[in-house]
């Protein structure tokens, strides 16, 4: 099989995958509400396993280079899909946590590994840039596709989302070891062979010095706190239309449909255009610029039209930012230290995805609007950061 049709045959198992992956969120709300569960469980529940694939993220990143990118994809998608079991289960706040923890084993692995086989495969920078760009594209877009589907199950019930979630999960893992090449020959191989001390999270962590540097450091602590101004957005959301207007999943599915539609055009007509027509490393900027402006006008709304039209607009140009962070971690990677510094691109993905939906969940009791307050000002900080990029960067380019 040649490997075009492999690459495109592994863009549509990941169109699968991805949907897959969302089908329980909008579900989430209704099973904490459903079975008298605290309320800060839906930003706790996120957090638990987002911590784990924080801590795991750098492990799965090395262990990519000494095994075929392939099978860890198919370790991975079977434990997620043991984790999303246990979670669609649980009737109490510990087996919430329980399932979600053992899932975030696993997701982070995931999608360490979607970078690093994009990475191995690509023959050039140019054609990584445009296959990263159209891998996070189907992330989003197929998240999205993925949250309607969840939405229209779990009109069923709670249970057939899950169901549906777990067995697509499988069977997802099961088509990518079959159709992904061994991508082994295009990798570097390791010196040594992997021991348990570096398979211990922390040792893959202090690993991080020998690939760091300025301006990765810059890029990582963008990622990280766009990260929690993302996730803190999003967990509120989902949960704000069904605790505040009593919305069904149906709408919040709905509203993700949308965003699949616009984060589509967004990519395809924006964020493809910077990567072929501008150095992203100064072009993401009005972009970061693009996806605050949205989380600080919503502060000023407090009805379903306003807060909707602020979600759209928010996760077309948030659709357009990930690729292009993405692409401007990896143009700074070489063959040796790839795949570790995609892993450790994924564990800050995962370290503001905690703080994100931890701090979401936990201040929303307090005031409902205070978890959109801390996504306004994580991007507005981001967005600082990303203005000290820019500038170093100039000054780097010129030297």
């Not at 009791?365 to 307050?373: D, G, L, Q, R």
Request: proline content about 4%; hydrophobic content about 50%.
């Amino acid at each position: 099989m040649k490997q075009n049709k492999r690459l495109l045959l592994f863009f549509a198992v990941m169109v699968m995958f991805n949907m897959a992956a969302s089908f329980a969120h909008p579900v989430t709300p209704t099973l904490i509400v459903e079975r008298q569960l605290d309320s800060s469980m839906f930003g706790v529940a996120l957090a638990a396993m987002m911590t784990v694939s924080f801590l795991l993220s750098p492990f799965w990143g090395k262990l990519c280079g000494y095994i075929p990118t392939k099978r860890v994809m198919l370790i991975c998608a079977i434990g997620y899909s043991i984790g999303q079991v246990i979670f669609g289960m649980a009737t109490t706040e510990v087996q919430v946590v329980g399932g979600r923890l053992f899932a975030g084993i696993f997701t982070g692995g995931m999608f360490t590994s979607f970078s690093n086989y994009v990475i191995n495969t690509s023959s050039d920078a140019r054609e990584r840039g445009q296959n990263l760009t159209i891998m996070v594209t189907i992330q989003n877009v197929a998240g999205a596709m993925g949250y309607f589907v969840g939405g229209m199950l779990g009109l069923i019930s709670v249970e057939a989302a899950f169901v549906a979630q777990s067995i697509t999960l499988a069977v997802a893992g099961v088509l990518f070891f079959i159709i992904c090449m061994d991508d082994t020959p295009f990798k570097h191989k390791p010196e040594k062979p992997l021991s348990i001390k570096e398979a211990n999270p922390f040792s893959a962590f202090a690993a991080a010095k020998t690939f760091m540097t300025p301006m990765l450091g810059l890029v990582f602590a963008i990622v990280a706190i766009a990260g929690i101004g993302q996730n803190s957005f999003e967990q509120c959301f989902n949960y704000y239309i069904k605790d505040q207007f009593g919305l069904s999943s149906a709408y919040n599915g709905m509203f993700k449909a949308a965003i699949a539609v616009v984060s589509l055009a967004s990519n395809a007509f924006i964020g493809m255009r910077l990567q072929k027509k501008t150095d992203t490393n100064v072009s993401f900027l009005p972009i970061m610029a693009c996806c605050t402006v949205p989380l600080c006008a919503i502060l000023l709304f407090d009805t379903l039209v306003p807060f909707v039209a602020v979600d759209i607009i928010f996760f077309a140009f948030n659709a357009v930012r990930m690729p292009l962070l993405q692409n401007m971690a990896a143009m700074r990677t070489t063959p040796e230290n790839s795949n570790s510094v995609m892993g450790f691109y994924q564990s800050m993905n995962s370290l503001g995805g905690i703080f994100g939906a931890l701090f979401a969940g936990l201040i929303y009791s307090t005031n409902p609007i205070y978890p959109f307050v801390l996504a306004a000002a994580a991007f507005l900080i981001a967005l600082g950061f990303s203005v000290v990029y820019v500038n170093r960067y100039k000054k780097e380019k010129k030297a």
